[in-house]
């Protein structure tokens, strides 16, 4: 058993209950503030191993026991919050998992964007599992580099965390961008997804960087985007409708992989 300060708090109106719940709950509070909440053991200990910082851990006394969570309060200073069962469900965005919320600080992306480099848009992307998805598949496809329009889910959510599995940690990140201000500055191939083009992805040539355009999970991409790239579609021998947007981005993404490799 570990020997580090823990401090029991019983009131959901407790100031720092009503920090974590408004982290947990609210862009707009998360941005103002500059910090964003990790849920479950998993995300923390991959947020450790970037040697980044955890400001605050919220857990219960059950868990105190669990040995994933001394693997994490092995490397972190500061007071253990334990909250009580209720309370945490009523925090928790998971429900199943070990319960451990940690406050962190949002990273600052310092560097510009790249337009030569392997890149991601999500224009207007909704759903926080899909976003999350996708950072998984885009991570682990080699693309460093995210963009996300200002309708998009907020990458930095708790939920969208959460999907990612910490995907986030090791990807430039661009939040609030407008299409129209760098689509045509980017000096190789971009790509949009449509059912309704005849180009087959299997048709392209994705040896070298490119961009790759995900839309809206009802409407698809805009017209703008349209305008501005080449649409290709993945051919479906089943004659769905169409694929969720997670799944038709992984299929681009390790198509370009297996034509690279």
Known sequence: MFSMPTLFLESKDNPKIKHLRGLIEQNSYRKKQGQTVL?????????????????????????????????ILDQYQGTVFVIGESLYKDLSTLGTTLACLAIVDLPSSSQ??????????????????????????????????????????????????RAGMGA??????????QLDEILEQFKIPVYVTSSHRSTSLYAKDLSQPCVWILGNEGQGVS???????????????????????????????????????
Request: charged share 15%; aromatic share 6%; glycine share 6%.
């Open 39 to 71: 849920e479950g053991s998993h995300l923390c200990l991959a947020w450790l191993e970037q040697n980044r910082k955890i400001n605050a851990i919220f857990t219960t006394e059950n868990a105190l026991k669990h040995p994933d969570l001394n693997d």
């Open 112 to 161: 510009a964007l790249d337009y030569q480099a392997d890149t991601l848009i999500l224009e207007n992307v909704q759903d926080p599992g899909n976003v999350g998805t996708l950072l998984r598949s885009a991570a682990a496809a080699g693309i460093q580099q995210i963009v996300c329009t200002k309708g998009s889910a907020s990458l930095w959510s708790p939920r969208v965390l």
């Open 168 to 177: 986030h940690f090791s990807l430039q990140t661009f939040e609030n961008i």
């Open 223 to 261: 017209d703008y985007a349209l305008a501005h790239a080449e649409a290709v579609t993945i051919p479906q021998p089943g004659g769905q409708e169409s694929l969720n947007v997670a799944i038709a981005g992984s299929v681009c993404f390790f198509e370009m992989v297996r034509q690279r490799l």
